[in-house]
Nanobody, 125 residues
């Protein structure tokens, strides 16, 4: 049974930082591309960042480029999202997702095979 479990969300002031983690189990983590998505109230789920199977390729939404960093540790079956210079518009539920295609070049939610339950990030202004 595949499980993706996010952690690290919380309440932070604008300009602050958070580090999200997503621990994976039940799959061969090292061959999957991984992505982070977010969904704010009343809005559609949107792409945030993705990473290929090895960690050598990363991709970001324009809205987070230069502020967020995605990384992975295949030995720990974990993907991370370091979020710096947070803004109120970053407030959302953040989800990690696993893509059986390991390239990391997937920017739409439909292509991902497995999803976590999400973790809330709230940025106060």
């Amino acid at each position: 049974q595949v499980q993706l479990v996010e952690s690290g969300g919380g309440l932070v002031q604008a300009g602050g930082s958070l580090r999200l983690s997503c621990a994976a189990s039940g799959l061969t983590f090292s061959v999957y591309g991984m992505g982070w998505f977010r969904q704010a109230p009343g809005k559609e789920r949107e792409f945030v960042a993705s990473i290929n199977w090895s960690g050598g390729r990363t991709y970001y939404a324009d809205s987070v480029k230069g502020r967020f960093t995605i990384s992975r540790d295949n030995a720990e079956n974990t993907v991370y999202l370091q979020m710096n210079s947070l803004k109120s518009e970053d407030t959302a539920v953040y989800y990690c997702a696993a893509d059986a295609v390991g390239s990391g070049r997937r920017w739409y939610a439909d292509g991902y095979k497995y999803w976590g339950q999400g973790t809330q990030v709230t940025v106060s202004s």
